[in-house]
């Protein structure tokens, strides 16, 4: 009890007199504020990125596409194939109607807003199906295109993030004309990056004949899954890859949340040594300032232990002053952020939102923390064993 | 020069707090070096640019192929003098992670576009002749650890045969390097005619054209003709430079630049503040030093000088280091990330501009304390001590 | 008759003190011959120091001039004075200034920085300031590991380096103890006897001041010219 009342006390005192030391002060919290701002930030690029594709992912939808396919671009499938798989055991039916999208996915070229650049934006040729495989999905804006016609519906990320997309305009791929005729909001999943259209309409346009690249079908249960899995396996006119909707979005985000991960977590490492430094040398000159004082404390009665960790007290709190307030720019100027980056596995745009989610703050948080006790606990030491006598005569 | 000890001496008036400071100036500049790599991988694209060559691709999207008979059209074009093909087969080698570019093409009139990927004759003509065979880059064979004679087994993740096989198998003819330290030969070229007659749909297109303009020719104007042959027909073409080409893939990827740039903006901003604090510190401590210099007649500008050259020194002494460790770890990074991160290169233009930041920064973070003893009033300052 | 080598007429020097004017030095006129060694003394605030700092021209008169030598100094300008200054004058402080971060012998070059001569000509000129104080073999060591009087000699060294004429010493000898003290002024005396230098002391010690040729008593702003005891 009494050694926690010497540590309040001179923590008390040190933290009285941080006015004559704002300088050194304000840099350390200045350091550990942009260490934590630059980690939040590139972080939440990757957590708004994941965040976006597994929404689009549900558990109890299965995609199949073309064996050895990596992604739905790859993939093809014939007209057959597709009603194989449609009467497969497993597939939810309404009434005697399987639950089923077949679609074929291309991407088509469409300048970004923010750079003027050519985009490669996924152009997906999609069944009424669509809808019930896919969670979430409504028409926000306009209406749904008509069958067999040369109208598109767009999501609403792409229609904030490339140009000409507008509902009621007219926008060519090739030699084709089509019209936007309205725009779906998908919960902000990685569909609304998309333009869809009728797939029938798609097939000519893009000379496909009669063929797919992927089924979403939706399923009895999640269980059902191996059910159908095992029944495509075993047939020998098709050779299929099935997986759950889920899984499929998290392979694909995979690669570039993996690579934001790899690049984030070192620079956020080294930037941290580096706030280590400021922190130290702020507390370094905290205690030097202070010598006499320390001196003089000690001189009357209180323990080495009390001004040891009165001072990484401070530099703790010093820092997750920092802490604060890098997490909540972070926060403030990146939460919702829009960018859209090339997602190499499927080589078309993904539209995502920077997400600086509670659990990144709390591991900034920690960052700084663990800045400030290391910062601290050098110089902490140095003013615990401060050799009186020759501290007091010293000023 | 002969002020150099003064300096040097003053700067380490303080070991701990100038060693601390230069340990942070030290990790701004080894994050310099790191993220201007990084930079350079995703932008280096243009840089290797042959201003040259063109490249034409189907005008609605890249992934959409051009007919084979384009070929020989693009090459009558007038300021055309050679052209080839390639395209893409986006397969794998064992695991899905083990990805990399694969392009079917033709040998000779390929590597003769290409002259900057260096192969020995021999090898290139036994591949010329051999049409399961393979030729790598340096990158790859070092990684997988391939020699020449290996079969390599590559999965297809498009391209199944027309046998309905995913595997194309392939013999490895030779293994070449490109002598462009920017540039990345982390790829796989295989004989388009044996890919072509295998595949089971797609038969008779390539996924682009590269063409080479006569030096006396108008890319620009080449590329206008090139498009308008092909105007209003199924596959209209988009032709472009091959920077251009580059750039639009750079900028597919979102303004990493950008980001890249806010990044070192924070780290620089700090580093000033570190540094500018240390510096005023040094000098409210050294005011009555700093008069004496003056009484024995130092005048103002060269007491401006001396503080200034112990800021600059600061930071040149962390900068360099950091700048230093940070070319080692490139050199270092580029080898191991070669398939995942091609391209990783600290340009000499990124380290004349971390130099040209170490100054900088040491005159910011150096120029008011610089400015407060230079306006030093000698008889204050001794009365004060 | 010994030729003037510092003349002051009419100085007067007003201090700015919040709101109120302090005339510090009032029509002052002093002449200081060549070869002179004088002690000013006088109590605290008399004006002693700001007469010193003139005469070395480190502060500037509001009004009268101050000449040593050929030049007028009251008359030039801030950089003009600091060149003037690494020629003409060697200071000498009470609580000796060194800079802690450089040995004896760099101390005493530091003047010499200011000058052409090359790295080893500085030195050379070092080592003899050195010698003529009697610490040639001190020349390594740094001033923390110098007594008081040490340092002083260093600092001594230093003023007579770049061979200035005049030596301005503001109370040389007040933080030693009488022994040191002493040595330290013999040196002043010999400096002036055998190297000709001219001096000029502020002291409030008159046993100090009895080491000078003559010795000026200041007081609210004016002299008073005594005879040496």
């Known amino acids: ?375 601290g606990l050098f110089p902490a030491v140095r003013a615990a064993r401060l050799p009186v006598a020759q501290a007091l005569r010293e000023l | 020069m002969k002020y150099f000890r003064l300096v040097w001496k003053n700067a380490w008036r303080k070991k701990i707090r100038t060693s601390l400071t230069v340990l942070s100036v030290f990790v701004a500049f080894l994050l310099f070096a790191l993220l201007s790599a990084i930079g350079q991988a995703f932008e280096g694209g243009a840089d290797v640019a042959d201003a040259d060559r063109l490249v034409v691709i189907d005008k609605v999207s890249l992934i959409n192929s051009l007919p084979m008979s384009y070929l020989d059209r693009i090459a009558a074009v007038d300021g055309v003098q050679s052209v080839t093909h390639s395209s893409w087969f986006g397969g794998y080698y064992q695991d899905p992670r083990n990805q990399f570019a694969q392009f079917p093409v033709d040998p000779s009139s390929f590597m003769a576009m290409y002259p900057e990927y260096k192969i020995p004759r021999e090898q290139l003509d036994a591949w010329a002749k051999d049409r ?84 006396d020719a108008d890319p620009i104007q080449v590329a206008r003709t090139i498009d308008a042959q092909f105007a209003n027909s199924p596959s209209e073409t988009k032709t472009s430079t091959e920077a251009a080409f580059a750039q639009s893939f750079t900028k597919q990827f979102g303004n990493i630049a950008l980001i890249v740039s806010l990044i070192l903006g924070a780290v620089f901003f700090t580093l000033l503040l570190v540094s500018g604090n240390t510096m005023s510190q040094s000098v409210r401590e050294r005011i009555s030093e700093l008069a004496v210099l003056k009484t024995l007649g130092f005048d103002d500008r060269t007491v401006l000088g001396i503080v200034l050259s112990e800021s600059i020194l600061i930071m040149m002494v962390g900068g360099m280091l950091g700048l230093g460790v940070g070319w080692i770890a490139v050199q270092g990074l580029a080898k191991e990330l070669a398939s995942f991160l091609p391209g990783l290169f600290l340009s000499p233009a990124a380290m004349m501009l971390a130099v040209a930041f170490m100054v900088g920064a040491g005159i910011l973070a150096g120029i008011f304390p610089a400015l407060k003893a230079m306006r030093l009033s000698i008889v204050d300052a001794l009365a004060r001590a | 008759m010994t030729e003037i080598l510092a003349h002051l007429s009419g100085v007067n020097r007003t201090y700015q003190k919040g709101k109120e004017k302090v005339e510090v030095l009032h029509n002052l006129d002093l002449d200081i011959p060549q070869g002179d060694f004088v002690a000013i003394m006088g109590p605290s605030g008399s004006g002693k120091t700001t007469l010193l700092n003139l005469l070395g021209g480190l502060d500037k008169p509001s009004a009268g001039s101050v000449r040593v030598g050929d030049a007028e100094i009251s008359a030039m300008s801030n950089s003009q004075l600091s060149h003037w200054r690494s020629t003409n004058v060697g200071f000498i402080f009470q609580f000796y200034n060194l800079l802690p971060v450089l040995t004896a012998q760099r101390n005493v070059e530091l003047p010499l920085l200011l000058t052409k001569f090359n790295a080893k000509e500085r030195a050379r000129r070092a080592a003899i300031a050195l010698d003529i104080v009697g610490l040639s073999e001190r020349a390594k060591h740094y001033p923390r590991e110098l007594s008081g009087g040490q340092e002083q000699r260093v600092a001594i060294a230093r003023a007579i380096v770049s061979d200035p004429s005049l030596l301005l010493c503001d109370e040389p000898t007040g933080d030693l103890d009488r022994e040191t003290a002493d040595e330290i002024l013999k040196l002043l005396q010999l400096l002036n006897s055998e190297h000709g230098k001219t001096i000029v002391m502020v002291t409030h010690d008159a046993q100090a001041a009895s080491y000078a040729k003559r010795t000026l008593h200041c007081d609210k702003g004016t002299l008073e010219v005594r005879e040496a005891a």
């Open chain 1, 1 to 375: 009890m009494r050694a926690i009342r010497q540590i309040l006390a001179v923590t008390w005192l040190n933290l009285r007199n941080l006015p004559r030391r704002l300088g050194t002060s304000v840099v350390a919290v200045v350091g550990v504020a942009a260490v934590v701002l630059v980690f939040a930030a590139v972080l939440s690029m990757a957590k708004g990125f994941e965040k976006t594709m597994v929404a689009a992912g549900s558990d109890d939808t299965a995609i199949i596409m073309r064996k050895g396919s990596t992604s739905e671009l790859n993939s093809g499938l014939s007209n057959d194939q597709v009603l194989i798989i449609a009467n497969a055991p497993g597939v939810f039916k309404d009434g005697n109607v399987p639950v089923m999208s077949a679609e074929l996915y291309v991407v088509v070229d469409v300048k970004k807003k923010s750079n003027d650049g050519d985009a490669n934006v996924p152009f997906r040729g999609i069944q009424p199906g669509a809808f019930a495989v896919r969670k979430d999905v409504t028409i926000a804006d306009g209406r749904m295109f008509e069958e067999g016609k040369n109208e598109i519906i767009v999501g609403l990320a792409a229609q904030r993030e490339f140009a000409g997309l507008a509902t009621g305009s007219t926008i060519h791929f090739g030699q084709t004309e089509w019209s936007v005729v309205g725009s779906f909001d998908a919960g902000g999943s990685v569909s609304e990056s998309e333009l869809w259209t009728d797939v029938r309409v798609l097939q000519n346009s893009y000379r496909r004949g009669n063929s797919f690249q992927s089924v979403r079908v939706k399923l009895q249960s999640k269980e059902s899954i191996t059910e159908l899995e095992a029944a495509l396996e075993t047939d020998p006119r098709i050779d299929p890859d099935v997986m759950t909707e889920k899984e499929y979005y998290s392979s694909q985000a995979a690669p570039l949340s993996q690579f934001i991960k790899v690049i984030g977590y070192p620079l956020t490492v080294l930037m941290a040594i580096g706030a280590i430094f400021g922190a130290l040398n702020s507390m370094y000159s905290s205690v030097s300032v202070r010598g006499k004082e320390i001196a003089t404390l000690r001189a009357l009665g209180f323990g080495p232990i009390a001004i040891l960790f009165s001072t990484i007290i401070e530099s703790t709190l010093l820092a997750l002053t920092g802490g604060l307030i890098g997490g909540g720019l972070a926060f403030l100027v990146f939460n919702g952020f829009q960018v859209s980056t090339l997602n190499s596995a499927s080589f078309s745009q993904v539209v995502f939102d920077f997400a600086v989610t509670g659990d990144l703050l709390v591991d900034g948080l920690s960052v700084a923390l663990i800045i400030g006790v290391v910062g």
């Open chain 2, 132 to 215: 399961t065979g393979a030729i790598v880059g340096q990158e790859l064979a070092t990684q997988y650890g391939w020699k020449i004679g290996d079969q390599i087994p590559m999965q297809a993740t498009i391209w199944t045969k027309a046998d309905g096989g995913r595997t194309w198998e392939f013999k490895l003819d030779g293994i070449f390097s490109t002598d462009d330290p920017r540039g990345s030969a982390a790829m796989m070229l295989f004989q388009y005619d044996y890919f072509d007659e295998a595949r089971a749909f797609g038969k008779g297109t390539a996924g682009w054209y590269i063409l080479r303009v006569k030096p």
